[in-house]
């Protein structure tokens, strides 16, 4: 065997061994530092809004006090932590997190964690919503610089794709919720059909969103530091998180979608609590 070839062969057999997996404590301290507890606060806010609009696009004449309870539950931050968490740290078993560690211990990563959160609870609002949207439209013209790094970083973390994939399931769980309470009768090949024929919606929304998040959410921070951010998650720790966070995400999104589509069953058949 060819010198080359041997220390290769040597090299791939060893490589598994030079990777140090997560330990539970790093994870603990990765899963503090992205600032994990406040995110899913705030997405159980929102969700909380949401299921309002929901009964009115539904049932609007019904629901009230026993909705707001069910929905209430629903979100409950604990049992959605464990449940993200829980997929967070199997996504992330075998990953070397210390670069990770060392980008979030930074100041740049803690300004960033910090500017997420704000912009991800600002743009709850409506109101904002359509202002960030508006600045991103101004960002095309006008400073196309920036708005080609937020190209950059929605290529590198695959947002779109993730999050259509993310919307069209929790959509299909929800209407597997209406079903199995009795909600209507569709079978799966037609739940399938009709959370299909949305996906052009769910995209044009999508991708409206990340884009006004994005432009709100880094406006603070200098084109070198949006620049080190992409190149951490463009790296393979920062790919395996980004990972994770959407494996966290997406289980929580459909269980919610499925209890979701099954406390609204109850009421689309008539029982109001």
């Given at each position: 065997m060819p010198i080359r070839r041997l220390v290769s062969?040597?090299?791939?057999?060893l490589s598994p061994l030079t990777a140090a997996a997560a330990t539970d404590e790093?994870?603990?301290?990765?899963?503090?530092?992205?600032?994990?507890?406040?995110?899913?606060?705030?997405?159980?806010?929102?969700?909380?809004?949401?299921?309002?609009?929901?009964?009115?696009?539904?049932?609007?004449d019904r629901g009230g006090a026993g909705w707001s309870s069910l929905v209430t539950a629903i979100y409950e931050t604990g049992p959605l932590e464990t449940a993200f968490r829980k997929e967070f740290d199997a996504a992330l078993a075998e990953t070397d997190v210390t670069p990770?560690?060392?980008?979030?211990a930074d100041e740049t990563g803690r300004k960033i964690v910090r500017l997420e959160a704000d912009a991800r609870r600002a743009i709850i609002s409506d109101e904002v919503e359509e202002a960030a949207k508006t600045a991103y439209a101004k960002l095309l013209e006008e400073d196309t610089a920036r708005a080609d790094q937020l190209d950059a970083f929605v290529g590198v973390n695959d947002l779109i794709e993730r999050n259509v994939a993310g919307a069209l399931n929790s959509s299909l769980a929800f209407y597997r919720g209406l079903g199995d309470g009795g909600g209507f009768e569709m079978g799966e090949s037609d739940m399938l059909s009709e959370v299909w024929s949305r996906e052009p919606e769910y995209r044009a929304d999508t991708e409206?969103?990340?884009?006004?998040?994005?432009?709100l959410a880094y406006d603070a921070l200098e084109d070198d530091e949006l620049a080190a951010y992409v190149d951490m998650a463009g790296t393979r720790e920062g790919r395996d998180l980004n990972a994770a966070l959407f494996a966290g995400f997406h289980g929580i999104f459909q269980d919610v979608g499925y209890r979701l589509g099954r406390a609204a069953s109850t009421f689309m058949v008539g029982e109001d609590l």
């Amino acid at each position: 065997m060819p010198i080359r070839r041997l220390v290769s062969a040597v090299l791939i057999a060893l490589s598994p061994l030079t990777a140090a997996a997560a330990t539970d404590e790093e994870l603990d301290t990765l899963y503090d530092a992205l600032g994990i507890e406040e995110l899913i606060e705030i997405v159980a806010e929102e969700g909380e809004g949401q299921g309002e609009e929901l009964r009115e696009q539904m049932f609007p004449d019904r629901g009230g006090a026993g909705w707001s309870s069910l929905v209430t539950a629903i979100y409950e931050t604990g049992p959605l932590e464990t449940a993200f968490r829980k997929e967070f740290d199997a996504a992330l078993a075998e990953t070397d997190v210390t670069p990770l560690l060392d980008f979030y211990a930074d100041e740049t990563g803690r300004k960033i964690v910090r500017l997420e959160a704000d912009a991800r609870r600002a743009i709850i609002s409506d109101e904002v919503e359509e202002a960030a949207k508006t600045a991103y439209a101004k960002l095309l013209e006008e400073d196309t610089a920036r708005a080609d790094q937020l190209d950059a970083f929605v290529g590198v973390n695959d947002l779109i794709e993730r999050n259509v994939a993310g919307a069209l399931n929790s959509s299909l769980a929800f209407y597997r919720g209406l079903g199995d309470g009795g909600g209507f009768e569709m079978g799966e090949s037609d739940m399938l059909s009709e959370v299909w024929s949305r996906e052009p919606e769910y995209r044009a929304d999508t991708e409206s969103w990340v884009y006004a998040y994005l432009t709100l959410a880094y406006d603070a921070l200098e084109d070198d530091e949006l620049a080190a951010y992409v190149d951490m998650a463009g790296t393979r720790e920062g790919r395996d998180l980004n990972a994770a966070l959407f494996a966290g995400f997406h289980g929580i999104f459909q269980d919610v979608g499925y209890r979701l589509g099954r406390a609204a069953s109850t009421f689309m058949v008539g029982e109001d609590l």
